[in-house]
């Protein structure tokens, strides 16, 4: 099914022996969870800095970027358990219990997906607002109000849980047979693997299967990249000319071609997010269309590395997030160690320094 051709973490069953167990493990069973959980912590880092600055909590903008922080925790919350209980377990890979091998499919692969398709087209929408506001500042404050985000973000999150609800119930788990030949491999049950993932219905199930990869192919690979990637150059456009405006208004001050600088340097955060994004995307892309364009053999008859490599990036790339803003963005910098200030302890006057108070008292 497409867990195994989603790399979400993928192939815990149906994989022959010449799959790379000893490269998922070591990514999925021991990089991966401590990436998620650090992950998970810059991601309530930047909610709390973007909404802690009570003068600006309003910023539109920062309901898209709490957004997408949320949807790509999510993604991270929701695998821990297949990374623990497959990957991270000394006999992986393992027998599987009937119960698991459900779980895996809806943690390993439908949830993610779910949160995966929302933070991508969050993020689309995040790059098409910066360009419009870049490229028309005066006309976009009829629209650019914290209620269009936030329907906007909403709209988006139903959408990608509405598109996806299908594969919580398109399949069913199905026990192997007695040394059942899978992939030209033979697996012994209670030795090794126990059961698999199925489409629920006979009739039709490759038409159904063809549709759904490509569905897939479409609204999380071809569309995403090829709109991010359009945005990407009209966005570089609009910041050069930007920039060079205000450059010239700004010749003749030292202060305001400083604050013409770290405004641009503003803006290019979101160019070098996209980039992140483009960077995992587009690969992960290529890899999907291959498969189902070039590629007529399961995904799992070889070693699996493209597969595994590209969604473990994918969760990496998150992790960067929260320095692109620490770095490029001075009010977000300037917020976050306001707060780092706050939570500094207040060193106490020792016996000394409390007899010379009395004294002096």
Not at 8 to 36: E, K, M, Q, W
């Amino acid at each position: 099914m497409e867990e195994n051709e989603m790399g979400l973490p993928p192939l815990i069953y149906d994989a022959p022996s010449p799959f790379n167990t000893a490269l998922a493990r070591g990514l999925y069973g021991v990089a991966a969870p401590v990436i998620v959980i650090l992950t998970i912590l810059n991601n309530i880092m930047v909610v709390i800095t973007m909404h802690s600055d009570l003068p600006k909590r309003g910023s539109a903008s920062r309901i898209q970027h709490t957004a997408i922080a949320c949807s790509n925790s999510l993604l991270g919350i929701v695998q821990l358990p297949v990374h623990f209980y497959f990957f991270a377990a000394p006999s992986f890979p393992a027998y599987i219990s009937k119960p698991w091998c459900g779980a895996f499919r809806i943690l390993g692969f439908v949830l993610p997906h779910i949160f995966h398709t929302i933070s991508l087209w969050q993020f689309i929408g995040l790059s098409v607002q910066r360009y419009l506001v870049f490229r028309f500042p005066f006309s976009c404050v009829t629209w650019y109000n914290i209620d269009n985000m936030t329907k906007l973000v909403k709209i988006l999150t139903f959408a990608g849980f509405i598109v996806n609800i299908p594969k919580l119930f398109d399949f069913e788990i199905i026990d192997f047979d007695e040394n059942m030949i899978l992939n030209n491999a033979t697996f012994v049950i209670g030795k090794t693997l126990s059961c698999r993932a199925e489409y629920r219905f006979i009739n039709g199930r490759n038409v159904y299967a063809l549709f759904s990869s490509w569905f897939v192919a479409i609204t999380v690979h071809i569309v995403p990249c090829t709109t991010l990637t359009t945005v990407y150059i009209l966005l570089i456009s609009a910041i050069y000319k930007n920039n060079t405006r205000r450059q010239n208004l700004s010749r003749n001050s030292r202060t305001g071609r400083r604050q013409a600088r770290n405004q641009t340097i503003k803006e290019c955060s979101v160019l070098v997010m996209m980039t992140t994004c483009l960077v995992v995307e587009i690969p992960s892309a290529i890899v999907r269309v291959k498969q189902l364009t070039f590629t007529k053999r399961d995904v799992t008859s070889g070693g699996g590395e493209e597969i595994i490599l590209t969604h473990f990036f994918l969760l990496l790339s998150y992790y960067f997030y929260v320095y692109i803003y620490l770095i490029m963005n001075r009010d977000f910098r300037t917020t976050f160690l306001s707060i780092l200030r706050k939570l500094r302890p207040i060193p106490q006057p020792d016996a000394t320094e409390l007899q010379v108070i009395r004294r002096a008292v």
